[in-house]
C-alpha cells in the first residue's frame, strides 16, 4: 500500500473547466508538497504547505490535516496547465510520493 | 543563477559498468537529493544529504552510493550497474527539510 494516494489518475478538462486533483496520504507528516511535471520531464515546485491554504494566481492548494488529506485546485484551466501534477508527504526525514494525476487540457 | 544542474543528461551503460552522476546547486542549500523514477510509480529517494560530508539512505539505496564532499556538488554512484537500474534520475535541493525543493532537468539512464 502506498503511503501516498492520488486520485483521479488521469483528468481530462475543457479549457476554463475548474479543476480538482486530490492527495491522501497515511503517515504523519509535517509538510505536503506539490509539484508539477511538465511533458518534457523536469518537475517544477508549486506549494509546500502544513496547513490550510495557499494560492499562487490560478492554482490553491489546500491541506486537512486532520483528515489527511490535500487538494490541489486549478481555475480557469488551459492547455499550458497539461502536466503530471504529484503530491509528496514529508513524513520523519523522508519525501512520500504519489503516482501522479496526468491533466490534459482540451482546447 | 543556473539553479540545479546535472551531468550527464543521458547515458547508455552495459551491465556491470560503473558511472558517476553529479549534481550541482548554486543556491547555498543544504539539502539535496537522488531521486529515481520509473514508469507507474512516484518518485523515490535514494540518498541524501543534509549537509557537507553527510549523507544518508532514503526508500531504496541498495546499489548506489553518494558523497558530498561539497556543499554544492551531490554524486550519486553506481559501481556495477544492473539492468534494474534503468531509470530517470533526478537531483533536488532545498534550504531546509521542509523547505521548496528545486529539481535538476533529469538524467536518463539506460543499463543493458
Same mark, same amino acid.
Given at each position: 500500500? !502506498?503511503? /501516498?494516494?492520488?486520485?483521479?489518475?488521469?483528468?481530462?478538462?475543457?479549457?476554463?473547466?475548474?479543476?480538482?486533483? !486530490?492527495?491522501?496520504?497515511?503517515?504523519?507528516?509535517?509538510?505536503?508538497?506539490?509539484?508539477?511535471?511538465? =511533458?518534457?520531464?523536469?518537475? /517544477?515546485?508549486?506549494?509546500?504547505?502544513?496547513?490550510?491554504?495557499?494560492?499562487?494566481?490560478?492554482?490553491?492548494?489546500?491541506? !486537512?490535516?486532520?483528515?489527511?488529506?490535500?487538494?490541489?485546485?486549478?481555475?480557469?484551466?488551459?492547455?499550458?496547465?497539461?502536466? /503530471?501534477?504529484?503530491?509528496?508527504?514529508?513524513?520523519? !526525514?523522508?519525501?512520500?510520493?504519489?503516482?501522479?494525476?496526468?491533466?490534459?487540457?482540451? =482546447? | 543563477?543556473?539553479?540545479?544542474?546535472?551531468?550527464?543528461?543521458? #547515458?547508455?551503460?552495459?551491465?556491470?559498468?560503473?558511472?558517476?552522476?553529479?549534481?550541482?546547486?548554486?543556491?547555498?542549500?543544504?539539502?539535496?537529493?537522488?531521486? #529515481?523514477?520509473?514508469?507507474?510509480?512516484?518518485? #523515490?529517494?535514494?540518498?541524501?544529504?543534509?549537509?557537507?560530508?553527510?549523507?544518508?539512505?532514503?526508500?531504496?539505496?541498495?546499489?548506489?552510493?553518494?558523497?558530498?564532499?561539497?556543499?554544492?556538488?551531490?554524486?550519486?554512484?553506481?559501481?556495477?550497474?544492473?539492468?534494474? %537500474?534503468?531509470?530517470?534520475?533526478?537531483?533536488?535541493?532545498?534550504?531546509?527539510?521542509?523547505?521548496? %525543493?528545486?529539481?535538476?532537468?533529469?538524467? #536518463?539512464?539506460?543499463?543493458?
Amino acid at each position: 500500500k !502506498n503511503e /501516498v494516494e492520488q486520485s483521479p489518475q488521469n483528468l481530462t478538462a475543457q479549457e476554463g473547466e475548474f479543476i480538482t486533483i !486530490n492527495c491522501s496520504y497515511s503517515v504523519g507528516i509535517s509538510a505536503l508538497h506539490w509539484l508539477q511535471q511538465h =511533458p518534457g520531464g523536469g518537475i /517544477v515546485s508549486l506549494f509546500m504547505l502544513s496547513s490550510g491554504k495557499k494560492k499562487h494566481g490560478r492554482l490553491i492548494a489546500t491541506i !486537512n490535516i486532520q483528515e489527511k488529506h490535500s487538494s490541489l485546485h486549478i481555475t480557469a484551466s488551459h492547455p499550458r496547465d497539461s502536466a /503530471v501534477y504529484i503530491c509528496a508527504a514529508l513524513g520523519g !526525514n523522508q519525501f512520500y510520493f504519489g503516482t501522479g494525476t496526468s491533466l490534459t487540457v482540451i =482546447p | 543563477n543556473a539553479g540545479v544542474t546535472q551531468t550527464p543528461k543521458f #547515458r547508455v551503460l552495459k551491465t556491470g559498468q560503473s558511472m558517476t552522476l553529479l549534481c550541482a546547486q548554486d543556491m547555498n542549500h543544504e539539502y539535496m537529493y537522488w531521486y #529515481r523514477q520509473d514508469p507507474g510509480m512516484g518518485l #523515490r529517494l535514494i540518498h541524501y544529504s543534509v549537509g557537507e560530508g553527510t549523507t544518508a539512505k532514503g526508500e531504496v539505496p541498495d546499489g548506489y552510493n553518494v558523497s558530498r564532499l561539497k556543499k554544492q556538488n551531490f554524486l550519486l554512484g553506481l559501481e556495477s550497474a544492473a539492468p534494474s %537500474q534503468t531509470s530517470v534520475y533526478f537531483c533536488a535541493s532545498s534550504y531546509g527539510q521542509a523547505d521548496t %525543493q528545486y529539481f535538476g532537468p533529469g538524467t #536518463r539512464l539506460t543499463v543493458l
